[in-house]
């Protein structure tokens, strides 16, 4: 089974960047029945989805983030991350990484509450 753990600074300034690492245990990054993402829920708010990374190392984003967004990964440690520059209060929100297979999410982290505050 798939387990995946987020980890990461709970408070940004505003301005900064901020940086989250998901470790994922259980089977590769690098096999290719997975892709891996990571997903956000503001307080009060729904999910939404922030980008992907594949097998192959591609990446995609959300439009509406991309501009700020990048995934990456270290295949040596079996772990991706996500970085989201120009941060604001607008940012803070509980960051899940997650696995993808057809289409779904079926394995998520725990979460991590990350808050962008002075």
């Known amino acids: 089974q798939v387990q995946l753990q987020e980890s990461g600074p709970g408070l940004v300034k505003p301005s900064q960047t901020l940086s989250l690492t998901c470790t994922v245990s259980g089977d590769s990054i690098t096999t290719n029945y997975y892709a891996w993402s990571w997903i956000r829920q503001p307080p009060g708010k729904g999910l939404e989805w922030m980008g992907v990374?594949?097998?192959?190392?591609?990446?995609d984003y959300s439009p509406s983030l991309k501009s700020r967004t990048s995934i990456s990964r270290d295949t040596s440690k079996n772990q991706f991350s996500l970085q989201l520059s120009s941060v604001t209060p607008e940012d803070t929100a509980v960051y899940y990484c997650?696995?993808?297979?057809?289409?779904?999410?079926?394995?998520w982290g725990q979460g991590t509450q990350v808050t962008v505050s002075s």
């Open positions: 990374i594949t097998e192959d190392g591609s990446t």
């Open positions: 997650t696995s993808v297979r057809g289409g779904g999410f079926d394995y």
